[in-house]
């Protein structure tokens, strides 16, 4: 900037020579402006360079805090699937629980208020090969005569009820 005032003073100087007859050429002052416009525009052009470089330096930064940003949701999101994952098996879990609790009160209910034990001990049968997802449920008791078993009342899922009957 100084060098292209320098050379617009001098201009000016030699302007005011030429007006004044001491120096008998072209006046200068036309010429004055191309100096300080070739000066302003290296300036403005080492400007933009500056910016671009500091530019491509927060693009970097940037750049590195999103891949970090990423790898950090990554590692979270990951973490939520097997939290999620787990929480499903555990209600899972639970559920069959509360199923299995439900048919044991059931059970429980139909012993309780049951007037024939044949008939209390099928509707056991039922229940718990329903709840167990089984094919046959029986109850059994040692026979007289060993080592037979007698059935005290079954449950065969394709048939329907077992009466009593030795093994």
Same mark, same amino acid.
């Given at each position: 900037?100084?060098?292209?005032?320098? +050379? +617009?003073?001098?201009?000016?100087?030699?302007?005011?020579?030429?007006?004044?007859?001491?120096?008998?050429?072209?006046?200068?002052?036309?010429?004055?402006?191309?100096?300080?416009?070739?000066?302003?525009?290296?300036?403005?052009?080492?400007?933009?360079?500056? @910016?671009?470089?500091?530019?491509?330096?927060?693009?970097?930064?940037?750049? @590195?805090?999103?891949? /970090?940003?990423?790898?950090?949701?990554?590692?979270?999101?990951?973490?939520?699937?097997?939290?999620?994952?787990?929480?499903?098996?555990?209600?899972?879990?639970?559920?069959?629980?509360? /199923?299995?609790?439900?048919?044991?009160?059931?059970?429980?209910?139909?012993?309780?208020?049951?007037?024939?034990?044949?008939?209390?001990?099928?509707?056991?049968?039922?229940?718990?090969?329903?709840?167990?997802?089984?094919?046959?449920?029986?109850?059994?008791?040692?026979?007289?005569?060993?080592?037979?078993?007698?059935?005290?009342?079954?449950?065969?899922?394709?048939?329907?009820?077992?009466?009593? @009957?030795?093994?």
């Amino acid at each position: 900037l100084g060098a292209g005032m320098f +050379f +617009f003073v001098a201009a000016l100087v030699f302007d005011t020579l030429v007006e004044a007859g001491a120096v008998d050429l072209v006046y200068a002052s036309d010429f004055a402006f191309l100096p300080l416009a070739i000066v302003m525009s290296l300036r403005i052009w080492n400007d933009i360079v500056r @910016t671009e470089e500091e530019l491509a330096r927060y693009r970097g930064q940037l750049e @590195t805090l999103v891949q /970090e940003r990423t790898t950090e949701l990554a590692g979270a999101n990951e973490q939520l699937k097997s939290e999620i994952g787990e929480r499903q098996l555990a209600e899972e879990t639970l559920q069959q629980r509360v /199923e299995e609790l439900a048919v044991l009160s059931r059970i429980a209910q139909m012993l309780a208020t049951a007037t024939d034990l044949s008939s209390a001990l099928e509707q056991v049968c039922e229940a718990v090969t329903h709840l167990f997802d089984a094919q046959l449920t029986y109850i059994v008791l040692p026979s007289n005569e060993e080592p037979e078993l007698q059935v005290m009342a079954g449950f065969n899922r394709a048939s329907g009820s077992i009466g009593a @009957t030795p093994l």
